[in-house]
């Protein structure tokens, strides 16, 4: 398998950087810190007389991995914000387009960079959010899938970051506008169903608004803990609740693995939207456009 030119090029520059080995000190500085802070509290909240003590430190698995998808969710759109719209500084857009990448390549070989990058940083973290599950006795397999919502957190940020470095010029516009997107998202998904307890709809209301929570990454990394740690699953517990669905008489376990399904689908397709609205962006000539332009070129011919 041929490795995108673009991929192998910001590695191979990154390498051979003092910057990325400062990067990695203070993601682990700061991964230590939230450690030893939480163990603190384990401290001050645990005695030597309960009968398994071990058991309360699986609660370290949701603070670090939580503090770990949060420096994703903020580092990975600053590093793609500047993908496009820094070539476009630096004046190598030009130069760049003229090679024999096509434009979707390109923006691939960009996002993937920085999907690296931020999966780079999770797995050096691993030994010490390992510790939850080595002290704890929390299974390997959720660990695994942790790293699976990992990579997906890290598409998702990195789609809207190229989007955002190909619609913008200056890379601090991009920044700040990939950033406003993310709250935009937030917020959006989860105003019809803010709306429908506020103003107390029926149960068809609010049955019809928590599909847009499939969208909202809020409400996927609070299912996936939630249910990690305590087996309780809160879509299962609303779809119960609006009983609108065929859902409300399945079992939670089923209702939790279709409902990470379904947002994960959602996540990944409006990431590669992102994208494909970014190539679109960065194309010299539509499709329509060269088609027109080779029919005219034979017709002169």
Request: charged content about 10%.
């Amino acid at each position: 398998m041929r490795l995108n030119p673009i991929v192998k090029k910001e590695i191979r520059v990154q390498a051979r950087s003092m910057r990325i080995c400062w990067e990695v000190f203070a993601y682990e500085a700061i991964m230590a810190a939230v450690f030893f802070f939480a163990m603190l509290i384990f401290e001050q909240t645990l005695s030597y007389s309960q009968s398994n003590i071990y058991s309360s430190i699986t609660g370290l698995f949701p603070v670090l991995g939580m503090t770990q998808l949060l420096i994703l969710g903020v580092v990975i759109p600053v590093w793609t914000s500047t993908a496009i719209s820094g070539e476009k500084e630096r004046q190598t857009f030009d130069i760049m387009m003229t090679t024999s990448m096509s434009p979707f390549s390109i923006i691939m070989g960009k996002a993937m960079t920085a999907i690296m990058q931020g999966m780079f940083f999770v797995v050096a973290g691993m030994p010490i959010l390992a510790l939850a599950f080595v002290i704890g006795g929390m299974s390997w397999g959720k660990l695994f899938t942790y790293l699976g919502v990992a990579l997906l957190v890290s598409l998702f940020s990195a789609g809207i970051g190229i989007f955002c470095s190909s619609v913008c010029r200056k890379s601090i516009s991009a920044v700040i506008l990939s950033y406003g997107i993310y709250v935009g998202f937030f917020v959006l998904t989860a105003l019809p169903m803010m709306l429908a307890a506020l103003l107390e709809y029926t149960d068809t209301g609010a049955a019809a608004a928590m599909p847009f929570l499939l969208f909202n990454p809020a409400c996927y990394l609070t299912e996936f803990f939630t249910w990690s740690m305590t087996g309780v699953s809160m879509a299962h517990e609303m779809i119960t609740d609006n009983k609108c669905f065929a859902w409300a008489g399945q079992s939670a376990a089923a209702v939790h693995i279709v409902w990470m399904l379904l947002s994960t689908l959602c996540l990944v397709l409006f990431a590669f939207f992102f994208l494909l609205i970014a190539k679109k962006r960065i194309s010299p000539v539509s499709k329509r456009k060269a088609k027109k332009l080779s029919q005219g070129a034979k017709v002169n011919g």
